[in-house]
Every structure is written in C-alpha cells, then in structure tokens.
C-alpha cells in the first residue's frame, strides 16, 4: 500500500465524506467496483466507493471462481477475502453425458503458462484450486475490506445520472434515502477527474455510453440443494441430458447450487407443459444421476418458481470517447456462466487496469488523454486471457445445448475428447490459468475432426458395400460438421478478439491475426 502521513489521510477522508470529491468515483460494489476500488486505493489513490443497497446480495450467479481468479485475487492482496465464508474447494470439472461421465482436474501450470502434469501422470490432489460460495458472503468480504481501508470512502446510494459539462464527466448525481419509513431522500453529487461505472449487468449507464446491449438466449433456473450426494466430491459437475444443461457445485459444507438452463423459446417449459417447474421436472430431474434426484424434489417441493438470471453474451467492445468515465466489469463484457469464468475475468481486468492506470503511469487522472491511451492497450492486453474464457464459455454452451444434428455430432466429439483424457490444456485454458487463444483454436478444432471421424465411422462402418454407398453423404456431412465448428467459434473469437469494435471480424490476440471474410453473427 502507498503510505501517506496521517495528516494527509485525514484531509482526504474528510475530502470525500464531506466534499464528496476523491480521485476515483465507482458506480457500483460488486466484484468488480470492490475489487478495483481496493486495488487503486493501495496505489494511494482516494476512492469513492458507491453502491446502491449494501445489504448481502442474494445473487445465484458469481458463486465459482476459478483457479486463476482466486491468483488474481490474491495478487491484488484479497484472498483473505475467502476466509470465514465456507468456501468450498473446487478441484476441476465433471462431466456427465448420457449415462457416461468423465472427471477432468485441474492441471499444474508453470509460471510461463506451459502444463506441468499431464496425462498418465498422478495428480496432486493439493493443486491448483478454485473456490465455491454464497455470492453474497463473498461480496461483504470484498466490501468489509473495502471499509476498513484508509483511503477508500463507502456510500450507499443510488447514482442516476453523470454529471457533464463541456463533455467532459465531472462526477456522477445521487440519491440517498435519509428516512426509509418516511420515504425521503436527498440529492447528491460526488466529484472525480475519473468515474468507473461497474454497475452490473442490468447497468443503466452501458447504453448510452457504449450503445451495446447483451444478447440474451436462455435464462438459468437456481435451486439450493442441501446434503446433496454427488461423487466426485470437490468438483464442479455439468450434466449433458438430450434436452437439458444443469451445472451443480458445492457453495457450502451442506449446500449445493443447481443450476438449470432454460432457452427462453423453450416449448417443454412452456404454461402449458406446467412452466419451469413442469420443464425441471420432466424434462430435467429424469436426466440427473439417481442419487442427485431426491435432493431436487426437496427442492422443489415449496412449489415455487426458482429463481433466475439471465445468461447474457455482450462482446467487449472499447471504451467510450467520453472523457472522465469508464465502463468496466458485467456492464463492458459478459459471456454464458456455463464455465464460471466471469469473476476470473473480472479479477483479471482489475489487475491489468491498475497497473495501467497506477501512480506511476497517470500520476493525474484529469489526464484524459494518457487514460484513453492506457485504455487502449488495456482493450488488447486483456485478450489474451478474456478471448479464451468468453469463447470457451459461448463455444460449450453451444455444443452443450445442441439443438440440431450437427451441434450433435460435436457434442459427442467433444465429450470423447474428454473421455481420451485431452484436458490439460483445455481445462487449464478454462480456469484461467494458460493465456494462449492459439492452444484453444488448436483444441477446438481437433475436437471437430474428431466428430467428423466418429461421424464417418457410424455411417460407412457397417461393411464396404454399404461404407462405399455412405461414404458421399458421409463427406457432404463432414463439410457441414466443420462448418458448423466455424459457424460457433470464428465470429465468438472475432468478437472477443477483434481489432474493431468487438465485432468486425479481424482478429488480434497475443500477436496472431487472420480475416474471418466480415462480420459475423453471434451464437
């Protein structure tokens, strides 16, 4: 931390509490605003932490954090942060596909991002680990170390609108509640050469500074599973049915977290299939292991609708052109939870951020000029790891959810993949912790070939007669299996890669590029 007299603390304490001026305003104190507020504040920067409601958050999302982000967490001196939560270890994946089922641990990663154990090797159970939780428990960690640092002031406000002029963003308007059974409220103001809106997903501030709106296709359904059997033990666990995507992992020496994927088109949980409720249980619980069944019921049993948030797929796209704010966190840049990589990144970005933005690059943040050039390199120098973790998320959710015979075909490629023990890389690439996008498109193209062959094997491997008969066909739906394999991962890869505007089809990650022929769409 950058030491500073105490008199020099006292005066920008009271700077903040009674001028309500600082050097950095965050909108918002979730992951990312705690976070990041904490990270500059050890710069010796004074931070003004602002957040709507400081209650613990009942979220049902941001509760894995992968071994990466636990790194990152603890490189920005918050890993203390998982202490006194009941965080539960999380030593890699187990996947489940139709009856068959496949655990995949974590690999050891060198310093320099190359695998240390790989396949046939004995695992050390003692590993790289991630870590699951209540998300709310989690927060007020974040937000306790928050409040007990010298230079960081925390308030509980509601901001609705930046403060402008010459447009420029000088500070950001409030509204804070001074008697809640009266209902009355007074309007704020608090000042900094830089605002940092990291207001969350359902952020009021993206679209008219970003003009982005997140894609939005399914909707995951929460249930809180208690005392619920599941060997592995330790593991996050992803159940594959024909027509479902449930993800379950351990928040809590008893709690489980069940996760259920819902497409918002979805005819099985339609009104007149009896809803969400009607699709878990008929289309869901028939799907999941024997012993995990029980548990759900229970759950279900209070005979309401679970709780839900949206899975969302936003592209990161570069900063606004607006001096003085910033847009960072869920409301820059969001994937599918599928891989439970969104707080690795979020830690991730945090890390990169303020080395770019410290003392010693920008001593002054009304600087406009050298923070739009930092946010330039931070737009690319945060690809190497974000390209991998939202691609991974959108590619698998897509496999993984497949809803027509080619998706199919690389589904069970994919789970093969797995079977053959081809993970290292893969999960490595997965939980933050290898920063090379070139490793995952090798990856997931051997995983297409892969399909192709299991595909051509299953028509022409009957006899030689009927192989030669099948064999045309066999060729047309190879060229639409790896069709299919471009249409999913180039425009998601272009997306999170791309030299424009996070979409314009170049891509650009850790020195490599090639024209993808224009834009693409999403998944």
Excluded at 242 to 268: F, H, M, N
Excluded at 400 to 427: H, I, K, S
Excluded at 487 to 515: A, N
Aim: charged fraction near 20%; glycine fraction near 10%.
């Amino acid at each position: 931390m950058a030491s500073k007299p105490k008199s020099a603390l006292d005066h920008e304490r009271t700077r903040r509490e009674q001028h309500h001026e600082a050097d950095i305003v965050f909108i918002g104190a979730g992951v990312f605003g705690c976070a990041a507020a904490f990270s500059f504040a050890n710069q010796g920067r004074s931070v003004i932490l602002l957040e709507r409601w400081l209650h613990e958050p009942d979220r049902i999302v941001g509760e894995l954090l992968q071994p990466g982000g636990v790194a990152a967490l603890k490189k920005l001196g918050l890993g203390k942060c998982l202490e006194g939560i009941d965080a539960i270890p999380c030593y890699g994946y187990h996947v489940l596909y139709r009856g068959d089922d496949v655990a995949i641990p974590y690999p050891t990663v060198s310093p320099e991002g190359n695998v240390v154990v790989t396949r046939g090797q004995k695992r050390d159970r003692r590993g790289p680990e991630g870590r699951a939780f209540h998300h709310g428990r989690f927060i007020m960690q974040l937000r306790k170390a928050c409040h007990e640092h010298p230079n960081i002031t925390v308030f509980e406000t509601e901001v609705t609108d930046l403060v402008q002029k010459g447009g420029e963003v000088l500070g950001v308007k409030t509204r804070t509640t001074t008697d809640k059974e009266k209902n009355l409220k007074k309007e704020e103001a608090f000042f900094a050469p830089l605002t940092i809106v990291a207001d969350g997903y359902a952020s009021k501030f993206r679209q008219p500074l970003l003009n982005k709106t997140p894609i939005v296709k399914s909707k995951f359904y929460a249930l809180e599973l208690i005392d619920c059997d599941f060997p592995p033990q330790y593991y996050g666990h992803v159940c594959i049915g024909d027509a479902s995507v449930v993800l379950l992992y351990q928040i809590g020496t008893r709690e489980t977290r069940a996760l259920i994927d819902v497409p918002l088109d979805c005819a099985a949980a339609s009104p007149q299939n009896g809803g969400v409720r009607g699709y878990i249980q008929n289309v869901v619980l028939p799907a999941l292991p024997k012993s995990v069944q029980p548990s759900v019921v229970k759950a279900l049993a209070d005979g309401k609708i679970p709780k839900s948030m949206p899975n969302s797929w936003l592209p990161p796209t570069k900063q606004t052109t607006t001096p003085g704010v910033l847009v960072l966190g869920d409301a820059h840049n969001m994937r599918h939870p599928l891989t439970g990589g969104g707080m690795t990144v979020a830690f991730n970005d945090v890390v990169v951020l303020s080395d770019l933005l410290s003392p010693e690059q920008i001593p002054n943040l009304s600087d406009h000029g050298a923070v739009a050039s930092a946010m330039s390199t931070f737009h690319y120098r945060r690809k190497s790891l974000t390209s991998i973790i939202n691609v991974l998320a959108q590619a698998l959710y897509s496999l993984f959810a497949a809803n027509d015979w080619q998706l199919r075909a690389l589904q069970r490629g994919c789970f093969r993949y797995f079977q053959m023990g081809r993970t290292d890389e893969p999960v490595a690439l997965m939980g933050g912790m290898m920063q090379r996008p070139l490793v995952l498109a090798r990856h997931f193209f051997t995983v297409a070939f892969l399909a192709i062959w299991m595909n051509t094997v299953e028509l022409c491997g009957g006899n030689v007669v009927l192989g030669a008969v099948m064999l045309p066909l066999a060729v047309v739906q190879a060229v639409m299996i790896l069709w299919k394999a471009c249409v999913v991962f180039l425009p998601v890869l272009g997306r999170s890669c791309g030299r424009g505007e996070g979409g314009d089809g170049w891509v650009g990650c850790d020195g490599f590029g090639w024209k993808l022929g224009g834009k693409g769409g999403g998944i």
